[in-house]
């Protein structure tokens, strides 16, 4: 059965939310699981085992909430993006009890990565971050199916397709790209985020995708977990 993970993005020690990435006018989250934005108390109140948690102060300015991030880990299984962009940050985030997820939008080069999968394994999933059909990257080719095959070069197997540009849409999620995605590189265990709605999710799991994230939806009470 596909696996639903809800995201939570974190700034300034708040859960916020927005639209496209565009993380200028991202604002607080509102959320049928809280009345607050406390990130603490949402992730308490979720029925479901594992959060996906993007740390926009790790992403945007180079300083994680290592404190927060650490209380979160006590309370879900937790996969973290808190934008690794070197070998140094993947010595501070190891000592976090989750999976660690390596975005291209702040990935620096490949060497980075290929230190990750030998030193952490299968705790590693890493994000294809795409924006306007084109892959976000300093040094991986805009086109997704050529950036996919790069990263899949270097033992990569637990990919995240995130389009960012869907998030907080509710537009739905690219099949056409999904499908095609899923038959070139049938070896590859995708993890599917941004614009998911309910009505996505048996078309989803049909094409071979074992979990999603999903963010808006969830937090709007739209989705039957």
């Known amino acids: ?62 300083t994680p909430d290592w404190e927060l991030l650490k209380k979160i880990c006590k309370i879900k299984k937790v996969m973290i993006d808190l934008g690794i962009r070197s070998s140094k940050d993947l010595e501070v985030i190891k000592e976090l009890d989750c999976d660690i997820v390596i975005g ?15 030193n ?9 971050d795409i924006k306007n059909n084109e892959v976000l990257s300093k040094f991986l080719p805009s086109d997704i199916p050529a950036a996919l095959k790069i990263i899949n070069r270097t033992g990569a197997n637990k990919i995240i397709i995130l389009d960012i540009s869907a998030v907080g849409t509710l537009n739905g999620t690219n099949f056409t790209l999904l499908k095609s995605l899923k038959r070139k590189f049938s070896q590859i265990e995708f993890v ?12 989803l799991e049909k094409i071979g995708i074992k979990a999603v994230l999903i963010g808006t939806a969830f937090h709007k009470g739209l989705l039957k977990t």
Request: some cysteine; charged content about 20%.
């Open 104 to 118: 291209t939008e702040t990935l620096k080069n490949l060497r980075v990565l290929k230190n990750a999968l030998n």
């Open 192 to 203: 599917v985020g941004g614009g998911i709605m309910n009505k996505d999710i048996d078309k």
């Open 120 to 128: 952490y394994g299968n705790r590693i999933w890493i994000s294809l």
């Open 1 to 62: 059965m596909l696996e639903i993970i809800p995201v939570l993005d974190i700034e300034c020690g708040i859960a916020v939310s927005g639209k496209s990435g565009e993380r200028a006018t991202y604002g607080p989250l509102k959320t049928i699981y809280s009345n607050s934005s406390n990130p603490l108390e949402i992730a308490k109140n979720i029925s479901l085992t594992k959060l996906y948690v993007a740390d926009l102060d790790g992403i945007i300015q180079r």
